[in-house]
């Protein structure tokens, strides 16, 4: 096989099959994929959660993670925060003519073993290619499917007032690898990304049938205070406690030093919880128990209100937080 990619393999053609022999199938391969059927039929029954998203991060390796372990994981927390169980993932490519061959294939090597790790299967998928100079060397598209286990409960993802707020690990990780990676920051050692997938995190507390979750939701775009900025209702106001917040003394540092606040960085390995009081220590308990929870917090609360998100600062002040205006930090995503 050829050490680039050409027009030639977004044509349909030999060079296209060849690709997808050579690269794709002996990473992904599996009954469902191998067909290469149009369409892949799958096992299930009952309601089923699907969701998509497309990935153009620039640049396409950071310390901790890249665009091929992001966009598995990114999926399967978008599914595992319905309250699904991730099964099934589409991966479509759009890739740059001129990108050499041993770069798709870390990439491909890592969307294979993101999607192992976190017990999804890549069902089928669809490549094509670009003019060079026309797509930061590949694009990636991906959507998946989850089930819902029988008994399991669907969250309202609707907070109500006497709620805390958990948040699985430390924040701001992600947005910050992504910065100091694309423009050469500096920072020492290299800020790493806490891209992951945590499907298992979640299963872990529908173990338990007592255990209720009111709202869930993985904060990329926007950060922390997107969420919560969403989250609140007319009714209520969410406080969260700066001291109690989980980051990295690195993250923090970057952050203080580019002006920068760690609400609003995106996060692809960190999951905010909205559960009652009497159950938010037992969630907090099996949250720590788990790879990607040993950080977990909780960091704040829900009570009657207006419609206020807002701090509890280190000093005893209380600051609002607003939702993000613009984009903090183009492309982590």
């Not at 060849?18 to 029954?45: H, K, M, R």
């Not at 998203?53 to 595992?80: E, Q």
């Not at 999607?115 to 089928?124: E, L, P, R």
């Not at 992600?174 to 020492?188: E, I, P, Q, S, T």
Request: charged share 20%; glycine share 10%.
């Amino acid at each position: 096989m050829e050490h680039k990619i050409t027009m030639s393999h977004g044509s349909g053609g030999e060079k296209y099959r060849e690709l997808v022999q050579e690269i794709f199938l002996p990473a992904y391969c599996n009954e469902y994929l191998s067909p290469l059927t149009d369409s892949a039929i799958l096992a299930g029954e009952g309601k089923i959660a699907m969701t998509t998203d497309s990935y153009v991060v620039k640049p396409l390796f950071f310390p901790g993670g890249n665009i091929g372990n992001m966009s598995v994981s990114g999926t399967v927390n978008d599914l595992a925060v319905s309250g699904a169980l991730p099964k099934y993932i589409s991966v479509g490519m759009i890739i740059e003519a001129g990108l050499e061959i041993k770069v798709l294939k870390r990439i491909v090597d890592s969307i294979a073993d993101t999607a192992k790790k976190a017990g999804v299967k890549i069902v089928t998928g669809d490549t094509k290619v670009v003019e060079s100079k026309s797509a930061d060397g590949i694009f990636i598209n991906t959507a998946g499917v989850g089930v819902f286990p029988s008994g399991r409960k669907i969250p309202s993802q609707k907070i109500k007032a006497g709620d805390k707020i958990i948040v699985s690990g430390c924040i701001a990780s992600h947005g910050m690898a992504v910065m100091n990676a694309r423009n050469n920051l500096g920072f020492l050692p290299p800020i790493e990304s806490d891209a992951a997938p945590l499907g298992n995190l979640v299963s872990a507390i529908f173990k338990h049938d007592d255990y209720i979750v009111h709202a869930m939701r993985d904060p990329t775009r926007g950060g922390v205070a997107a969420t919560l900025c969403e989250w609140v209702t007319s009714g209520t106001d969410i406080v969260i406690y700066q001291k109690s917040i989980p980051i990295r003394s690195d993250v923090s540092a970057a952050c203080r030093l580019l002006g920068l606040d760690p609400l609003h960085i995106a996060n692809e390995g960190v999951i905010l919880f909205s559960v009652p009081e009497n159950c938010a220590n037992d969630v907090l308990s099996v949250l720590r128990k788990e790879e990607y929870g040993k950080y977990s917090a909780i960091i704040g609360e829900v009570r009657e209100g207006s419609g206020t998100v807002s701090a509890i600062t280190d000093f005893g002040s209380k600051t609002r937080i607003m939702m993000p205006k613009g984009e903090i930090l183009p492309r982590i995503c």
